[in-house]
């Protein structure tokens, strides 16, 4: 039986030229269009087809010019042609000529007018993100289950958590209104691009064409349609990418361009998934590489950012995502694995096209200063001469102390929860932005927060309550509202379940009151309520007083950037009734100040008469001072 490595090298090597006559055929340019007037520039092409590599080019367009052709030293099958398109250029089909040996193909190369850019905003702490996985949400055309032209062709089967079930976009389209109608302004999707691999690779982190979105989850047009749907509800939409690796089963890996396009290319090794080397003082450099360079797994090889052409087509698909589909974010998975100074030019040149526009990297630290360093200006990588220039990154902490939060696990002390928190929070001083942090308590990555439904939400209300009022970025993993609850240790199909309702033959649907329990309906009300609040609701883009747990009482203030509006959020951590003396908390609040609920729309006094307040077993506020 071969080995991994003996199977890798006969891959990468099966195709090298043979010294076969050539015979110059054209196959593919990527990307398939460009636009006039963009400032990213040059524009690289490239441009797949048999024996294209030696080709000679010509381009033949007012205000294009051939900057350059890079023929690397791997297949012949690989060109990467720059061009520089200079402000005069105007849209309408470039002449792109090449020649070899008498044979010629001319390409009619197309560039567009730029149309309004109604995407690119960003994303904020004034946002809340809404998690899905778009196999796993709905299947509004089952036609796209099994599509033609693909070279590994998956069955759809929902008995097996770990393959297709059918979701895709037309589904997610289908249940707009559901999605608007929990309040979140901001959509997160799991990857679209084309996964054509082996065994399906339903949840997209292995790409095999960076260009295309997955025929099984629809196309490039209903994609963008998707993302205008959205935006004209006001909902922006976050892309999922990975420029870590590719899909085993992507071109570049059957047909290296150069001998450098992958890491490990001839020797296959797996990374030691320890982050921790990254930052570690006394780390070693076999170490450092082997994190970093080392595959992710088998099916995923590990792409080389450090090749300047590779990391140009990376950084160039962003843009052209950005530009043609409009979307406002970007949610880099395994961000500490790829190169540090490329992924920082990949930042700088996506915000020099779009200043508005917003990342978040998946950085999986257990503790918050190994997160903290790969936050954009932070002290602890300035310590060590670098700066990563990532806006945004993945509160991880914080999702493993909130399971301290969700009722009904083994081994959990919720009011130790609470103190939890608080310690936690206190931390954040090691962020430069505590604001542009990512707040979750769960994703398709981890356990669900619950892993059993419980008899009663007061305990799960307190979770819900701080991750959408504590700063930062608030995330939301599907199924949430619906009390999802799931055991990874059952493996990953176990928390990426089916939404009821949204695949042919459900006899429930959650997507209606009427299809949801009672209990399903008190959890989505109250999100809804909260994400409503939170959408007029300046105080939680600013700063935070909070007063150390005590007697089981947690107590903080948010007050908005130039100090106009504050929210008081108040919970009691204990299952019993507590006599609470309030004028603890004297510097935030005033005898006789009344307040209304955000969520039930009562007016609240939390002193009272003589400064002594009852609080309900689990009793928790939202609250904004009454004027």
């Given amino acids: 039986m071969r080995t991994q490595a003996t199977a890798i090298a006969a891959i990468f090597f099966a195709l090298a030229p043979s010294g076969a006559e050539a015979k110059l055929q054209i196959e593919e340019i990527q990307p398939p269009h460009w636009w006039a007037g963009m400032h990213s520039n040059p524009l690289q092409l490239q441009v797949y087809g048999e024996d294209v590599k030696e080709a000679r080019l010509t381009v033949d367009y007012p205000g294009v010019r051939l900057d350059s052709v890079a023929r690397l030293d791997g297949s012949d099958s690989w060109q990467y042609v720059y061009l520089d398109i200079t402000p005069e250029a105007k849209p309408g089909d470039i002449t792109l000529k090449w020649t070899l040996d008498g044979e010629e193909q001319t390409v009619k190369y197309p560039l567009l007018p730029r149309k309004e850019m109604k995407g690119a905003q960003g994303f904020s702490s004034a946002d809340v993100l809404y998690l899905l996985m778009p196999d796993r949400f709905a299947d509004g055309d089952t036609t796209n289950n099994n599509p033609a032209g693909l070279r590994n062709p998956a069955k759809v089967d929902r008995s097996n958590l770990n393959v297709r079930h059918g979701g895709d976009i037309a589904g997610i389209m289908r249940h707009l209104d559901y999605i608007d109608s929990l309040g979140v302004t901001a959509v997160w999707v799991n990857p679209v691009l084309e996964n054509d691999m082996p065994g399906g690779s339903y949840h ?12 099984r989850f629809g196309t490039n047009e209903e994609y963008a349609a998707l993302i205008d749907s959205l935006h004209s509800r006001g909902i922006k939409t976050v892309m999922d990418m990975i420029f870590n690796h590719s899909g085993y089963a992507h071109p570049w890996v059957e047909n290296p361009p150069s001998s450098d396009w992958f890491n490990f290319q001839d020797n296959y090794r797996q990374t030691n998934y320890r982050l921790s080397t990254l930052t570690d003082p006394y780390a070693s450099d076999y170490d450092r590489e082997l994190t970093t360079d080392g595959w992710f797994v088998f099916g995923m090889p590990d792409l080389n950012q450090r090749n300047p052409h590779l990391m140009k087509y990376l950084i160039q ?20 694995y790829a190169d540090l100074e490329a992924m920082k030019k990949w930042i700088e040149d996506v915000q020099a096209e779009y200043p508005d526009f917003n990342i978040v990297g998946e950085c999986w630290f ?18 060590m001469g670098t700066d990563t220039g990532l806006p945004v990154v993945m509160d991880f902490p914080l999702m493993i102390k909130n399971r301290d939060m969700a009722p009904f696990r083994e081994e959990t002390d919720p009011w130790n929860g609470l103190n939890k928190i608080y310690d936690h929070l206190a931390l954040d001083y090691v962020y430069p932005d505590p604001n542009s942090v990512l707040r979750f308590l769960d994703n398709h990555d981890t356990e669900r927060f619950i892993l059993t439904v419980p008899d009663s939400l007061a305990q799960w209300k307190q979770a819900i309550a701080l ?40 006899t429930v649907s959650a997507f209606s009151r009427e299809g949801r329990t009672d209990l399903q309906n008190e959890a989505f009300d109250w999100i809804a309520a909260i994400n409503r609040w939170r959408k007029g609701s300046k105080a939680m883009t600013g700063g935070m007083k909070h007063f150390m747990p005590t007697n089981g009482i947690y107590l903080y203030q948010r007050l908005s950037p130039d100090g106009g509006e504050e929210a008081v959020v108040v919970m009691n951590g204990r299952d019993e009734s507590l006599d609470v003396d309030m004028t603890r908390y004297g510097e935030i609040l005033k005898p006789g100040q009344k307040f209304r609920d955000v969520v039930t729309g009562e007016t609240i006094d939390l002193m009272g008469s003589d400064g002594i307040r009852r609080f309900a077993p689990r009793e928790t506020r939202i609250l904004e001072p009454l004027k």
């Fill in 204 to 215: 997209g982190y292995a790409t095999t064409d960076y260009y295309r979105i997955d025929p």
């Fill in 317 to 336: 698909n962003s843009i052209w995502w950005i530009e043609e589909s409009g979307i406002d974010g970007i949610r880099m998975d395994t961000y500490p």
């Fill in 366 to 383: 257990g503790e918050t200063a190994g997160e903290a360093f790969w936050q954009k200006g932070s002290p602890l990588a300035a310590a």
């Fill in 467 to 506: 991750l959408l009022t504590i700063p930062g970025i608030p995330q939301l993993y599907y199924g949430t509202e619906l009390l999802m609850a799931g055991d990874r240790s059952k493996g990953d199909g176990a928390i990426r379940l089916d939404m009821p309702g949204g695949f042919p033959g459900d």
